[in-house]
């Protein structure tokens, strides 16, 4: 599969460090590009010490191994005019650069967009901010969890006496990675049409913006009226009863869809609370609904759902997945190594003439293809 990926022989220099920036070059390596990190001398990126667990790979955190797989490295001080010279060769001879400092940073280290451009005229060049490249909120600190603080997202999830609830996953960062991966694919199409390059930015409140566009549009042609979440089983601001998560006897399931009145027939909700309005009275059926569901277990009510064809799923944990064997029938999961250290991960989430690629490499060692700042790609 390795010799007929889409992105064999395309060279990504990535200057980008954590999530958002190394997402993208992740996508973009998965799919057969040659992607290099361009790391500090000594230190390398953060995220090879910033850990999301006590859990360490080879003395490296586990979020660096997950998302820096299948790259090499360039141990490289920035702030040396000789070493700056010695990667300039890598530049001129780069397909793509990414980049996701705070504006400003890669125009003072000589490195920007307009003076790339100068000697690698149809490069591609990918920028990922925290707010954009101007603007009142040009100068923050653009990480995860503040831009979600910033652009309202946390008022979706939660109850209604939950205060604000952030997303367990850096969601700003993916989503942003993700993007970038989009304009960048788009402007390689265009180069490889035209013969063109160009310049794609995102920034992490502009996807966190994107994912709430159906929501935005309803409060922007809705009078600006806030939507209010849930007191009982939240899981959406804005739909109807029975839209929610709710307790079992041994469990929880969620339920999506499904018409009061033959829930009532199936739980034995009262007939009288499923007759209410789904939308205004949602938290009385909620309730209503709440209390039978804690008599039976998961599975006792997902036979009596799907056999009802009720929209619902049981609540399941990594090791529910994983036991299920979906992971593993669709070839979600492989096995990487890095010398006498392997490790699992997850896969690209998409399949190449019915093959999902995959790579046994991982993420590399600090500099360990230094030998292209002599000799080039």
């Not at 307790?247 to 999506?256: N, P, S």
């Amino acid at each position: 599969m390795t010799d007929i990926l889409p992105l064999k022989g395309l060279k990504v220099l990535d200057f980008s460090q954590f999530l958002a920036g190394p997402y993208c070059a992740l996508k973009l390596a998965d799919l057969g590009a040659d992607v290099v990190k361009v790391e500090r001398s000594g230190l390398g990126d953060l995220s090879r010490y910033l850990y999301l667990t006590d859990t360490k790979i080879a003395g490296e955190s586990t979020i660096f191994h997950a998302i820096n797989r299948n790259k090499r490295s360039v141990a490289v001080d920035l702030k040396s005019d000789e070493e700056k010279a010695r990667l300039t060769q890598l530049v001129q001879e780069a397909d793509v650069i990414l980049q996701n400092f705070r504006p400003g940073v890669m125009e003072r280290l000589g490195f920007g967009y307009e003076a790339v451009k100068k000697i690698n005229p149809t490069v591609v060049y990918g920028t990922v901010t925290g707010y954009g490249s101007d603007g009142p909120w040009v100068d923050l600190p653009g990480q995860d969890l503040l831009a979600q603080a910033r652009s309202g997202v946390m008022w979706l999830s939660g109850g209604r006496d939950h205060g604000p609830v952030a997303m367990g996953l850096p969601i700003a960062d993916v989503l942003a990675g993700s993007a970038l991966t989009h304009g960048v694919l788009a402007l390689l199409y265009r180069k490889a049409t035209q013969n063109i390059g160009g310049y794609v930015e995102t920034s992490l409140i502009e996807v966190l913006a994107d994912l709430q566009f159906e929501l935005l549009t309803t409060w922007f042609n809705d009078g600006n009226r806030t939507p209010e979440r849930s007191k009982n089983n939240p899981a959406h601001a804005y739909l109807a009863a029975p839209y929610g998560v709710y307790e079992t006897a041994d469990g929880h399931v969620a339920i999506a869809m499904g018409k009061l009145d033959l829930l009532a027939n199936i739980t034995g909700l009262s007939l009288e609370i499923a007759a209410l309005d789904a939308f205004k009275q949602r938290d009385e059926i909620k309730a209503g609904l709440a209390a039978q569901l804690k008599t039976r277990t998961s599975a006792s009510w997902m036979d009596e759902f799907v056999a009802n064809d009720i929209w619902a799923a049981p609540v399941m944990d990594w090791d529910g997945v994983v036991a299920s064997g979906v992971l593993q029938t669709l070839d979600m999961v492989q096995n990487i190594e890095r010398g006498d250290v392997a490790m699992q991960t997850t896969k690209l989430p998409l399949r190449i003439d019915g093959v999902r690629p995959s790579s046994s490499r991982a993420a590399p060692e600090l500099g360990d293809a230094n030998d292209l700042l002599e000799t080039g790609w």
